[in-house]
């Protein structure tokens, strides 16, 4: 007799419990909607962490992930997912780390990632990332073939934004390309590749006359070569 009380109340509680976690699924579900249709993205992402508390899924936290880095909240998104290689990643998970450990200084990861997602679905978009990344670590080479190849299959209305001045603003991809090509070109023999890059630079605000970075690289590059033929 006590043995069947006892498991009677098992069995209740089980049921009790099954009911609570089903009733505060629902509930977070319809707090994530109504989260979602308001643009509140910290209840969005309150939503998400107490939806994946009760029901845990990749999916789930690769999603919060990839809000916490469009707000910029980079390192909460890598605590979310984690910085580890796995082949069974998404290429949201892979996005994520990619664009995380890159905002947060990290060239020599976030390009590990950003080669994965040129390997899924090579595009101009992902070859410029490279192109910088490999840059700042001074491989040239490696950065001007995926420069050549986002200028190959770059599309008219492909944009890039950029930050560097008080006011944002963008620019066509192909600009940012040729930009970027300048950079590296001049990098790879800073004397003898000056007036290609300056060429490369000239083009690529003659494309974007509002492309602030690139003509004030072109006035540089300009007063060099000024400054260095008088010295001859």
Known sequence: MKKLIF?????TTFNVTAQTKSELLKHFESYYKEMKDQGDVQGVINAMTHLNVIQP???RSDTLAYVYV????NLE???TIGIEKNVSDSDMNTEVKAIALKAMNQPELAVEFYEELFKRRANSYVAYEIADLKTQLQDFGSAKAKVDYGLTNVKPEMKRAYYESQ???EVSLKGALTYMKALIVFNMNQKDNLDQAIALLNEAVTMDPNFNVAQLSMEALEARKVKEATKE
């Open 7 to 11: 498991l009677l109340a098992v069995v």
């Open 57 to 59: 899924s990749q999916q």
């Open 70 to 73: 469009t707000e910029g909240r």
């Open 77 to 79: 998104a890598l605590n």
């Open 167 to 169: 006011q944002p603003y």
